[in-house]
């Protein structure tokens, strides 16, 4: 793992995206912060650390002692976006919320000035590997409209299903955070190559 995340590190990520999923939230199992500290290891980039688990406020502390400097949780997981906004800027990293696709962007509206990013996932949450579903386009572009209508200065994300394909629809759509599994992790060519066909897929 601190190979390929060195790899993607030289091919000029940005910062390494991490899929914490715990079985329940999602049916996947995957990273817990025994990884995240592993990863930390390797690399000097922001670790973003997706929490794909209920109770994510359970878990802030542990998985910001192992490393992450951003984390993000689900609206869908929390009672209040509100605490737990501020229960991640007590752990002192960056504040993110990731929406499911069935998740109505207007959930997100009212707190989107609180914080650092949003997540728009483009597929279900819970594995690797899944098609780009371009039905959650219009949720890209209605929350670019919103951060431009109270100028606000919070990113947006997508997650799930980003390929030479898919990230033109994204960017034109209004992302400006482009999370990447697959696409770049791939058996047939190195990172970096993966990484330079995506940005070159976003310029054109
Ligand atoms: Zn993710």
Sequence with gaps: MGEQIAEAEA???????????????VPNISFGQDMVAAARRSTRLP????????????????????GATRI???VEAVDSLQTAMQAVR???????????????????????????????????????????????LPKVRALRRRIAECSSHVSLGVDGGINVDTVPLVVAAGADLIVAGSSV????????????????????
């Design 72 to 74: 993000s949780l689900h």
């Design 11 to 25: 091919a000029g990520a940005d910062w390494i995206h991490v899929d914490a999923m715990d079985g329940n939230f």
């Design 47 to 66: 670790l973003d650390v997706h929490l794909m688990i209920v109770e994510p406020l359970k878990h802030l502390e542990s998985f910001a002692r192992a």
């Design 90 to 136: 007590k752990t002192g990293c960056a504040c993110g919320v990731a929406i499911n696709p069935e998740t109505p962007v207007e959930a997100l509206f009212k707190d989107l000035d609180d914080l650092d990013y949003v997540l728009v996932m483009t597929v279900n949450p819970g594995f690797g590997g899944q098609e780009f579903m371009p039905e959650t």
């Design 185 to 204: 992790y791939r058996d047939d060519q190195p990172v970096a190559a993966g990484l330079e066909q995506l940005r070159r897929a976003i310029i054109q």
